[in-house]
């Protein structure tokens, strides 16, 4: 069983950056997949990247560039820096830990100011 708790969203100006954290109650270590993904109002809920056990990443096309995500597994946290913020980007962030089984945090709202 593994609990995930995001942190670090808040209000920022475009242009601006943010640091997220998902901290995992469980040993991720044996999920081989983390990532982030959000949820914007009246949208479905889409990847932004993920990254495996190894440290391999997968990036939306809308990030590339501007987000990095990166894990800890000492630390049992995943993060995901985004620079660069835009309105666009606003919308609610989950954290997503996938192995045998797969588990949700309660989600971070990001909102971005023009």
């Known amino acids: 069983q593994v609990h995930l708790v995001e942190s670090g969203g808040g209000l920022v100006q475009a242009g601006g950056s943010l640091r997220l954290s998902c901290a995992a109650s469980g040993n991720i270590f044996s999920m081989n997949n983390m990532g982030w993904y959000r949820q914007a109002p009246g949208k479905q809920r889409e990847l932004v990247a993920t990254?495996?056990?190894?440290?391999?990443?997968i990036y939306a096309d809308s990030v590339k560039g501007r987000g990095t995500i990166s894990r800890d597994n000492a630390k049992n946290t995943v993060y995901l820096q985004m620079n660069s913020l835009k309105p666009e980007d606003t919308a609610v962030y989950f954290c997503?830990?996938?192995?045998?089984?797969?588990?949700w945090g309660q989600g971070t709202q990001v909102t971005v100011s023009s």
């Open positions: 990254i495996t056990r190894g440290g391999t990443t």
């Open positions: 997503n830990a996938r192995g045998t089984e797969e588990y």
